[in-house]
């Protein structure tokens, strides 16, 4: 089982603060992505790493994928009310988990006016 | 586009009650994913079709059943509901390996 450990769990920070969650795993996988979900809604992409080393940016968004290719990360930059939501990671594995995309189980995002 | 189409939204079972929940997509994908979603527990796969006629174990399959009935449409299926199923339930397909994986707008189940 490929695991993705996501922290922190919670955030609750003040507008204009910028913050960093991360997505760690003991395996190595091909691809990640990052995904945000809404209440009552489902998860909507944000960003696909598939390259070790990857950075990418979404405006206020960074999202870095590890070299070894089993972390990532993604900072926001003076964060604001409507970034708020649960952030998730997913990834799938390599060789006989081909197409198997798991998740992280979230991290809960409130940005305070 | 109607994207990825789930049914029933809503639903209360009792206990050892069967079900089937229905799930399709009209945009040509395929793969096709079965999750549950608990507080604090994120998005944990079922099952998972890779493409048509096929069909693989997830992280949590037992107590459910599936079946890839043609490229559009992927069922779930709940043979005896117990308590612990009870959940929201999302269904989601991929064009390809790397792709963006489309959710519906869920299943809220409870069992009782």
């Known amino acids: 089982t490929q695991l993705l450990e996501q922290s922190p769990q919670f955030l609750s920070i003040q507008e204009g603060e910028n913050l960093t969650v991360y997505c760690n795993s003991s395996s190595v996988f091909s691809s990640l992505q990052w995904y945000r979900q809404e209440p009552g809604e489902g998860p909507v992409l944000l960003v696909t790493?598939?390259?070790?080393?990857e950075v990418k940016k979404l405006k206020r968004l960074t999202f870095q994928f590890g070299d070894a290719r089993k972390d990532s990360s993604l900072h926001i930059t003076a964060a604001q009310p409507g970034d708020t939501g649960l952030y998730l990671c997913?990834?799938?594995?390599?060789?006989?988990?081909?197409?198997?995309?798991?998740f992280g189980k979230g991290t809960l995002l409130t940005v305070n006016p | 586009n109607a994207g990825v189409t789930q049914t029933p939204k809503f639903q209360v079972l009792k206990t050892g009650q069967s079900m089937t929940l229905q799930c399709a997509q009209d945009m040509n994908h395929n793969s096709m994913y079965w999750y549950r979603q608990d507080p604090g527990m994120g998005l944990r796969l079922i099952y998972y079709?890779?493409?048509?006629?096929?069909?693989d174990k997830g992280e949590v399959p037992n107590g459910y059943n599936v079946s890839r009935l043609n490229k559009r449409e992927f069922s779930l299926r709940l043979e005896s509901a117990a308590p612990s199923q009870t959940s929201v339930y999302f269904c989601a397909s991929r064009v390809s390996r790397t792709g963006e994986a489309f959710f519906g707008q869920g299943t809220r189940l409870t069992v009782v």
């Open positions: 790493v598939v390259t070790g080393g």
């Open positions: 079709s890779a493409s048509e006629g096929t069909t």
């Open positions: 997913a990834g799938e594995g390599s060789g006989g988990s081909n197409y198997k995309l798991t």
